[in-house]
T-cell receptor, first 114, second 110 residues
Framework: GAVVSQHPSRVICKSGTSVKIECRSLDFQATTMFWYRQFPKQSLMLMATSNEGSKATYEQGVEKDKFLINHASLTLSTLTVTSAHPEDSSFYIC??????????FGPGTRLTVT | QKEVEQNSGPLSVPEGAIASLNCTYSDRGSQSFFWYRQYSGKSPELIMFIYSNGDKEDGRFTAQLNKASQYVSLLIRDSQPSDSATYLCAVIPVSGKLTFGQGTILTVHP
């Protein structure tokens, strides 16, 4: 089956610093990639949708200047959390959709901001 | 009204029993419905998808869809302790964005 990887799987950073998370589709090309955030005991909330070569579309309430998304190729999207604060601590999950419309999830990145 | 609603549980069933998980959705134009399983600290994994009214069976899992009543359910037969997880119902509404319910925690006790 299709595989989506994320790196890093866990990251701890200090408040005020920036963190970059990579999402890669390993054996297929992704027309669209999605970034979700999940707080403890809550469901996945869509943050933004990105298509290769174009600007990401952010969901209401998600600050685009804080969560920078770059979708440089059909196999790579990055999410950069800028000036991270403790309230940004969460589980970030990316998802990639292939040309057939199937959507595959990455393993997630646990971000802890101290 | 939430787009996708689930009872958060926890739902506790004995090993070998049938676990029944339910989900309702608000967008009547929704066409695609999914059940994901998520273990603690892990990403969701797809169990089943269903597009048409009726039942769809895959091994111990059966998904049921009733578009008129706007609900979708998941039955797990012969439940095992390894089935203990959070089950997420997800729907693709007219907007085209996969939307998740809050999840139901299932515990299967020996």
């Amino acid at each position: 089956g299709a595989v989506v990887s994320q790196h890093p799987s866990r990251v701890i950073c200090k408040s005020g610093t920036s963190v970059k998370i990579e999402c890669r589709s390993l054996d297929f090309q992704a027309t669209t990639m999605f970034w979700y955030r999940q707080f403890p005991k809550q469901s996945l909330m869509l943050m933004a949708t990105s298509n290769e070569g174009s600007k990401a579309t952010y969901e209401q309430g998600v600050e685009k200047d804080k969560f920078l998304i770059n979708h440089a190729s059909l196999t790579l999207s990055t999410l950069t959390v800028t000036s991270a604060h403790p309230e940004d601590s969460s589980f970030y999950i990316c998802s990639a959709r292939d040309f057939a419309g199937e959507q595959y999830f990455g393993p997630g990145t646990r971000l802890t901001v101290t | 009204q939430k787009e996708v609603e689930q009872n958060s549980g926890p739902l506790s069933v004995p090993e070998g029993a049938i676990a029944s998980l339910n989900c309702t959705y608000s967008d009547r134009g929704s066409q695609s419905f999914f059940w994901y399983r998520q273990y603690s600290g892990k990403s969701p994994e797809l169990i089943m998808f269903i597009y048409s009214n009726g039942d769809k069976e895959d091994g111990r899992f059966t998904a049921q869809l009733n578009k008129a009543s706007q609900y979708v359910s998941l039955l797990i037969r012969d439940s095992q302790p390894s089935d203990s997880a959070t089950y997420l119902c997800a729907v693709i509404p007219v907007s085209g964005k996969l939307t998740f319910g809050q999840g139901t925690i299932l515990t299967v006790h020996p």
